[in-house]
């Protein structure tokens, strides 16, 4: 029991280690994708001292889970604000083809959604959401579709200009300008990073960029990040890019740990990959949606935007 115990608090401080490394080894970026449930595992160690009445063990092991509540309670916490118009917005990866195109149209019908990025978006794809409706549901779109994972797209409501494709990127990455009543313009960006197993020094230089791009978002109106970033929020790269202005939606809306990859397997999803990031305004409440086809689930946050300026 004793060696259990120590066991399971060695694998505490390990998913401790991992949420707070910024090492570049392919290994240990993959293994901090798992740190909350590694960071768990310290629960065996309390317990098991406890049983052996070790009280230093004990003692030990309730720091490890203490850290570890600190350092995932901003998930779960939550804050208020925003007081202009309300907007529900999507982000969806749509496994090149491989999604439903009626299923997701039809959530984004149900669910009034009024803004939808998309990544792995295909021409085969573009062409199904078309005849499913999506054009009619939300008949402004930016997009630029590629073979297997490289498509992005952007479906508003609302007029969208000033579209932008970002150079550089082994994946494409979109912005666009739409307009919003009671909000004026509100800058919507479409990203997608490469994956760590790419390798880990593309997918970090690859967010360090695109922080720079949000860095030079105007300043002075609401902006939308909805993306694959192939990061968790247990990567401290993931959690830079978090600097300044911008706040992932599940820590506004305290949504706590969303999962959304993989969900085509017969477990159910185990990381959270994909994000919508707020600025000039707050998320209410986060969900995630099974959209069959697909392996990730997609990601649905219902919004409160900052007033227009006058």
Sequence with gaps: MGLVAGLATVVGVAGVGLHFSRSGSRVLVLLASGAPYLMAVALVGVVGFAVLRQWVGVGVAVVVVGVAVWSQAPL???HSGGDGPALTVMQANLLFDGADPRALVDEVRGRDVAVLTVNELTPAAVEGLGRAGLDQVLPHRYISPGRTATGTGIWSSYPLSDTVEYDGFVLNQLSATATVPGAGPVTVYAFHPVPPVFGTQVWADELS???AILDRAPSDRPALVGADFNATYDHAQYRAFLSGRFEDAVEQAGAGHLVTYPADKSWPPLVGIDHFLVAGGRASAVET???????????VARLRLNDARP
């Design 76 to 78: 779960y916490a939550g």
């Design 209 to 211: 960029r695109l922080r």
């Design 289 to 299: 949606v099974r959209l069959p086809g697909a392996d990730h689930r997609a990601l």
